[in-house]
């Protein structure tokens, strides 16, 4: 048997996500059976399942990439560049998310997995916020952490608003948000 390259490897693997990516928003996360994937993918279900062990680890592997995007977009950008990312995002993409809100809902097991996940990020982001706070760009009467909960639970808003169709007017909501976690 030949050798795979790296590159050969992560080369499939971004297809595989990008494949199902497509899937997961055409038909759901229920609706996007194996024959789909391997439809939209372009590859059997041997070669698919030879790089995630089930369609859940797939899912998976695509929200921690885009969580992952996120807060290095936080980091590099800062919010405003989320809020504007979140608005322009496809809502069909964004409803699948709340396949995985459910199943963080339901399962206590994901959900400690799923909070767990990516601890040197989520260092990365508190420390920034700190940061902010002490050049007192963010107000400093609350802890960083109920901060990132109040912008965590901004982008979420977000995700529902696209997802049921509705405009986001992402300069008036940046106003507001920035006014809100500005020192007093």
């Known amino acids: 048997m030949p050798k795979v390259s790296d590159q050969h490897r992560a080369d499939r693997r971004r297809q595989i996500l990008d494949g199902a990516r497509a899937a997961f928003a055409r038909h759901g996360y229920e609706g996007a059976t194996v024959s789909r994937l391997e439809a939209e993918i372009g590859l059997s279900r041997g070669a698919i399942f030879s790089y995630f062990p089930s369609k859940w680890a797939i899912f998976y592997a695509l929200a921690q990439d885009d969580q992952e995007r996120v807060f290095q977009l936080i980091l590099d950008q800062g ?9 322009e995002e496809s809502p069909d993409w964004l409803g699948v998310y709340f396949e995985l809100i459910r199943k963080l809902r339901t399962d206590l ?15 990365r982001v508190t420390e920034r916020f700190r940061q902010l706070q002490e050049r007192g760009e963010f107000r400093r009467d609350l802890p960083v952490d109920a901060i990132g909960e109040f912008l965590g639970l901004i982008i979420d808003g977000v995700a529902v608003h696209v997802t049921a169709g509705y405009p986001v007017d992402t300069d008036s ?12």
């Open 109 to 123: 097991d994901l959900r400690d997995e799923w909070s767990n996940r990516t601890p040197e990020l989520n260092q």
């Open 79 to 87: 919010f405003g560049a989320v809020i504007r990312l979140m608005a």
């Open 173 to 184: 909501l940046l106003k507001l948000v920035s006014a809100a976690i500005a020192p007093q």
